[in-house]
């Protein structure tokens, strides 16, 4: 699985923005699909997954409310939209595949064997 991320820029305190994830190859159907995120000087962090099942999802309490991950497995894609930004949500989010057919959903990006580039999300107050 290919994935290739797009939709950051600068916004301001309290905006909404869009992530979009493609993906290509493979049968993106069978995997979980996650984003994450990355400040610098800091950890990656989970921010939500879908499940290729069901389209179960999981949020951080950080972003639950907020945030909503949503995939089509016809066009190949997963989006994050994002309302009520913080300048703590600045960081480089990333999209990620696990999988196939994984039992429940991953939080652990270490259980992620693909991922797309970073597209930087910056939030400034």
């Known amino acids: 699985v290919q994935l290739q991320a797009s939709g950051g820029g600068l916004v301001h305190t309290g905006d909404s923005l869009r992530l979009s994830c493609t993906a290509q190859?493979?049968?993106?159907?069978?995997?979980?699909l996650a984003w994450f995120r990355q400040a610098p000087g800091k950890e990656r962090e989970f921010v939500a997954v879908?499940?290729?099942?069901?389209?179960?999802?999981r949020y951080p309490d950080s972003v639950k409310g907020r945030f909503t991950i949503s995939r089509d497995n016809v066009k190949s894609t997963v989006d994050l939209q994002m309302y009520a930004l913080k300048p703590e949500d600045t960081a480089v989010y990333f999209c990620?595949?696990?999988?196939?057919?994984?039992?429940?959903?991953?939080?652990?990006?270490?259980?992620?064997?693909?991922w797309g580039q970073g597209t930087l999300v910056t939030v400034s107050s």
């Open positions: 879908i499940s290729w099942n069901r389209g179960r999802t």
């Open positions: 990620a595949a696990a999988g196939p057919f994984l039992r429940d959903p991953t939080t652990d990006p270490n259980d992620y064997g693909y």
């Open positions: 190859g493979r049968l993106f159907s069978n995997y979980d």
